[in-house]
């Protein structure tokens, strides 16, 4: 029979739990890990985001949409432009999710910035709470995906989800959404966003290594989340989110 990758994780969770009471992994599996071997209980996985580095060069969506093979018309990420004029409500643009960037400014006195954004991968996902039949689900590194398998397109999580962040594949009519390019981090690498981010405006970051400079970072920054009212434990932190972001 051939195995989903949620069976992979229901069997890791498993482990977990018969190694939690004592017993060894040469009890569990027979035999012991490759020391190189991906602990899924060993990381806790998120990203920060540097508003001020963000020139909105599409770097990041290009990439995303060539690595995971993202059909056209729509993203994992993305990057919005904010104009924000006093006394106005703030214009916000994101052509084709900022594949080729943006246009230059009509008048360059006003304020803008750039946001990318992404799925925050919550710890308390709303995403997870409303579906069915448990296709949409949390790793036990902290990673929400998506099992195709399982997914009914019945679209509950991309109603719930208050980010705006899932879609329904137009070939496969299961939910697709970013994964924090999960084939890659498991082997030790970086997502395709961030590796291809010519600022540094994005950085994947590891909450359980006492070495990820994410600790630094968090102690010696202002970081915000989006939308923090909705109580979603989000695990995308932004450094000086103006206020005027949605």
């Known amino acids: 029979m051939e195995m989903t990758r949620r069976d992979l994780f229901t069997i890791g969770g498993k ?10 992994l040469e009890q569990i599996v027979g035999a012991e890990p490759a020391p190189d071997a991906y602990k899924m209980a060993d990381h806790w996985w998120g990203m920060i985001i540097d508003i001020d580095k963000c020139i909105g060069c599409g770097n990041c969506v290009r990439a995303c949409s060539k690595e995971n093979k993202v059909p056209g018309g729509y993203f994992r990420t993305w990057v919005e432009r904010y104009q924000v004029a006093e006394g106005k409500q703030p214009k916000v643009e994101s052509p084709d999710g900022a594949m080729e960037g943006f246009p230059p400014l009509t008048d360059e006195n006003i304020k803008s910035f750039f946001v990318p954004k992404l799925c925050n991968h919550c710890a308390d996902s709303p995403c997870t709470q409303v579906c069915p039949v448990g296709a949409t689900f949390i790793s036990p590194d902290g990673v929400v995906l998506v099992d195709p398998d399982y997914c009914l397109g019945c679209r509950y999580c991309v109603q719930a989800c208050p980010y705006g962040c899932r879609y ?13 390019c999960y084939h890659r981090i498991t082997q030790g690498l970086t997502t395709a966003c961030c590796e291809n981010c010519p600022t540094q405006a994005r950085q994947l970051v590891d909450f359980k290594d006492p070495k990820d400079p994410v600790h630094e970072f968090l102690r010696h920054n202002m970081v915000q989340v989006l939308k923090p009212y909705m109580a979603t434990n989000a695990k995308v932190y932004y450094k000086n989110l103006d206020g005027s972001v949605r």
Do not use: F, I, R, W
Request: proline residues 4%; contains cysteine.
């Open 15 to 24: 482990l977990l739990v018969l190694a939690s009471v004592g017993a060894t």
């Open 168 to 180: 329904l594949h137009p070939e496969t009519n299961t939910v697709d959404k970013c994964t924090l």
